[in-house]
């Protein structure tokens, strides 16, 4: 593609003239630059991307898009005032995703985005309307697909190519988890939603975002970016979704467990250890619904998930739901039985709000048995949240064991120490910082009828210690336990 092409609708100046540049592809890490392609120097927070234009030029880089001109520069420079705002816009452009045809749903929130993706996903997919998935878990669309990305919300470069990638296999709708720091770090800045979905706020990234405040802004943004015809869908029971609710313009949809003057929400439910069942109400009519997924937090991402393929694809109604092969969602409310040692859950929460709605989940649907619990919380990041998490622990457990999450870079023993401070009576607490041996503990401590909550990582493959990061999966530890001590 000519390269004045990609910048079409971009503000910039060149160095030298560029009318019959062209451009093969486009990357803005050095390493991934081939020849006749375009490097565009992004400034992150602990690499400058300025700094490796020399090895884009001798990887055969034919033009660069800085922020600032730089001396030496034999090829032409593009100068940009915002080099992410810049990257979505010609990522645009070069896939030529246009945005009466996108049908791209973003979800956010502190908790529930990435149940409410896998849901909506397969809602949409069992009702015809061929779905791609970009979140936590991955890119989930068809077999084979290769691209692997580490962060929530890839940069705005990947995701175009994504739904170029999905638009090639005749998938037409792509489901979009978009994190706060995705949102802050413009990751989808200029993407066209025709629906965004808001979860809940609560807790988290305020390392990052250092204010509730700020991390309420951040994930508000997403609702100014839904298209004219677009819709938001937002959870009215949550504090910061009425205020959301308030805020935008678009057209709104809301969704509650408890207020009938919301546009969906159960006119019964009920929940047990098998499975969540009820009767939903809907602008179009009662839909009843049974699904094998367990607790409140869990009914209102199916909520949110039918809120959403129903505004979008009101042909879809149907008096009965059907969710009987929803598959388990990966390291979601994750049920790993056993025989004489209680039910194993695996569950990615990782914030005071997300263990708590655990712990209550469980309070409503076992009545008999201890509840006991391995966690720990991730290094750098947001400290606050450990104490509270500690607290949290011990009202509402029998048994607790502290452990390695992810420590990163910090000291394991401090997180630890960090959130033992909530805890006041501690005769109930073990601390164990090998996360393998922490399992195996909880495991040999608890009886047939309990319940053994293994907390914060979910469907991690590896834990990542001192910078390196080595394969673990909590799944397979309790596997592994089970067949020497269950057989």
């Excluded at 600032?68 to 979505?88: E, Y």
């Excluded at 070069?94 to 502190?110: C, W």
């Excluded at 708590?356 to 400290?383: P, Q, S, T, W």
Aim: net charge positive; hydrophobic share 35%.
């Amino acid at each position: 593609m000519l390269l004045k092409v990609i910048l079409n609708d971009i503000k910039y100046k060149v160095s030298i003239n560029i009318d019959k540049i062209n451009i093969n592809n486009i990357a803005y890490d050095s390493r991934k630059i081939e020849q006749g392609d375009l490097f565009i120097a992004i400034k992150g927070d602990n690499v400058d991307g300025h700094d490796f234009i020399d090895t884009a030029f001798d990887k055969g880089a034919v033009a660069v898009i800085v922020t600032k001109k730089l001396p030496n520069i034999s090829i032409p420079q593009i100068i940009v005032k915002n080099d992410r705002k810049t990257l979505s816009k010609i990522s645009k452009n070069f896939f030529r995703i246009a945005s009466e045809h996108s049908n791209i749903y973003g979800i956010t929130g502190t908790n529930g985005k990435t149940s409410t993706a896998i849901i909506l996903k397969y809602l949409l997919d069992t009702n015809h309307h061929n779905t791609g998935y970009i979140g936590t878990l991955g890119i989930k669309a068809f077999k084979n697909y290769q691209k692997k990305f580490s962060l929530t919300t890839p940069e705005s470069l990947d995701i175009y190519q994504i739904i170029s990638d999905f638009k090639g296999e005749n998938i037409d709708n792509t489901v979009i988890e978009v994190s706060s720091i995705g949102l802050a770090r413009d990751r989808v800045f200029n993407i066209p939603f025709k629906l965004a979905l808001f979860t809940n706020l609560s807790q988290d990234h305020l390392d990052y975002h250092k204010t509730m405040d700020k991390y309420f802004k951040a994930k508000e943004k997403l609702f100014y970016q839904i298209k004219s015809d677009g819709y938001g869908i937002i959870n009215i029971d949550d504090e910061y979704g009425k205020k959301l609710y308030r805020n935008i313009d678009a057209q709104k949809i809301s969704f509650s467990l408890k207020n009938a003057d919301a546009d969906y929400f159960f006119k019964e439910i009920d929940l047990n250890i098998d499975n969540t069942q009820g009767i939903i109400h809907s602008p179009f009519g009662n839909i009843n619904i049974k699904f094998p997924l367990l607790g409140k937090f869990n009914a209102y991402n199916l909520l949110g998930a039918t809120a959403s393929q129903l505004t979008l694809f009101p042909n879809d109604y149907s008096e009965n739901i059907k969710l009987k092969s929803l598959p388990p969602i990966p390291g979601r409310m994750e049920i790993i039985k056993t025989r004489q040692h209680g039910t194993v859950i695996v569950d990615f929460a990782h914030t005071p709000d997300a263990m708590e709605k655990i712990f209550n989940a469980m309070k409503l649907i076992h009545k008999n048995g201890n509840i006991n619990v391995a966690f720990g919380c991730g290094g750098n990041r947001d400290k606050s949240k450990r104490r509270i998490m500690g607290h949290i622990s011990e009202i509402n457990s029998n048994e607790i064991i502290l452990t390695n999450d992810n420590p990163r870079n910090e000291s394991p023993i401090e997180i630890i120490n960090d959130i033992i401070k909530g805890i006041k009576n501690r005769k109930s607490t073990s601390i164990i910082e090998d996360r393998k041996e922490a399992i195996s503990k909880i495991l040999n401590r608890s009886k047939k009828g309990d319940i053994v909550l293994i907390l914060g990582k979910g469907d991690e493959r590896n834990q990542e210690i001192n910078g390196k990061k080595y394969p673990f999966d909590d799944r397979e530890i309790i596997k592994s336990w089970i067949k020497e001590n269950e057989n």
